[in-house]
Every structure is written in C-alpha cells, then in structure tokens.
C-alpha cells in the first residue's frame, strides 16, 4: 500500500524520473559510440521526457532535498546499485560493463512500473491516474527493451 496523497505521488515520480536519467545519461558517457550507449541515451531522454509530463501538467518541483523519511522507501538508488555491483569499478569495462549497467537499467524500470501500478490504485483524479498509467505503459517498454539487450549479450 502507498500512504502518500496524488501530490507526494507526483513527487516522487518525478525525482525517480531523475534519478533514472542522470544514471542513465552516465551508462552513456560510458559507452560512447557503441549500441549499448545509445539504448542508455535513449532511456535517459525517455526519462526526461516522463520529468516533463510530470512537472508540466502538475507543476511538480524537480526537488528532493528536505524530504521526510517516509518518501525514501519509494524511491530506488541507482547510484548506489551501482557502485555495489561495480559497475563504475575500472576493473569491469567492455561487455560486462554493459551487462551490469543494463541489469541496473533493469531494476529501475521494474521498479518505476511497481511504483506506478500501485500509485494508480490511491490516486482518484482521472487524468493523473491516465499518466500514471501512461507512465507504467512506457517504463515497460523500456523494460523489454532492456530484456532484449540483455538477450544478444548472451549470445
């Protein structure tokens, strides 16, 4: 159960959204010139483009500083993530970079689809439930995208 009201929802949507393009747009630097590269870039204007929808329609803040401890348990970490799986590690370059960014990737899109379904069931007005949902619709198709990627990197 989420016990935020539509505001702190949007809220943190938005930071999530943030989160999600800044570490995105890092994988990117990383991988310059190569496909993996330009899945990241375009997850992370993906991401900005979610960051305008939300803060255009609702005039949400792309703040997060000051927040109660009740909001953090929402968000996910990405740059913590990747520092423990050493993704940032230069000992881990080429493919296996790739990989680990991508399993990152991953769980960031899992998580912003849990997010958004479970925030779709507190939130009553009907158009934030319809970007809500829009919202849940998108991640999931960066997600499959991610899966896909994943899949060649097997081989």
């Given at each position: 159960?989420?016990?935020?009201?539509?505001?702190?929802?949007?809220?943190?949507?938005?930071?999530?959204?943030?989160?999600?393009?800044?570490?995105?747009?890092?994988?990117?630097?990383?991988?310059?010139?190569?496909?993996?590269?330009?899945?990241?870039?375009?997850?992370?204007?993906?991401?900005?483009?979610?960051?305008?929808?939300?803060?255009?329609?609702?005039?949400?803040?792309?703040?997060?500083?000051?927040?109660?401890?009740k909001?953090?348990?929402?968000?996910i970490?990405?740059?913590?993530?990747?520092?423990?799986?050493?993704?940032?590690?230069?000992?881990?370059?080429?493919?296996?970079?790739?990989?680990?960014?991508?399993?990152?990737?991953?769980?960031?899109?899992?998580?912003?689809?849990?997010?958004?379904?479970?925030?779709?069931?507190?939130?009553?007005?009907?158009?934030?439930?319809g970007?809500?949902?829009?919202?849940?619709?998108?991640?999931?198709?960066?997600?499959?995208?991610?899966?896909?990627?994943?899949?060649?990197?097997?081989?």
């Amino acid at each position: 159960m989420i016990d935020l009201n539509e505001n702190e929802i949007l809220q943190v949507a938005v930071v999530h959204e943030e989160r999600a393009r800044r570490y995105y747009e890092h994988q990117a630097s990383r991988h310059p010139g190569d496909p993996a590269g330009d899945l990241f870039s375009f997850l992370a204007g993906e991401e900005e483009g979610h960051i305008r929808k939300l803060s255009a329609k609702y005039g949400v803040p792309k703040i997060e500083a000051g927040w109660e401890e009740k909001y953090l348990p929402f968000l996910i970490d990405l740059e913590r993530l990747a520092w423990e799986e050493g993704v940032d590690a230069e000992a881990t370059k080429g493919p296996e970079a790739v990989r680990k960014g991508l399993l990152i990737a991953k769980k960031a899109e899992s998580h912003a689809i849990d997010f958004y379904h479970r925030a779709s069931r507190v939130v009553e007005d009907k158009n934030t439930k319809g970007l809500l949902a829009e919202l849940e619709s998108e991640e999931r198709m960066h997600l499959m995208k991610i899966e896909r990627y994943l899949k060649e990197l097997q081989g």
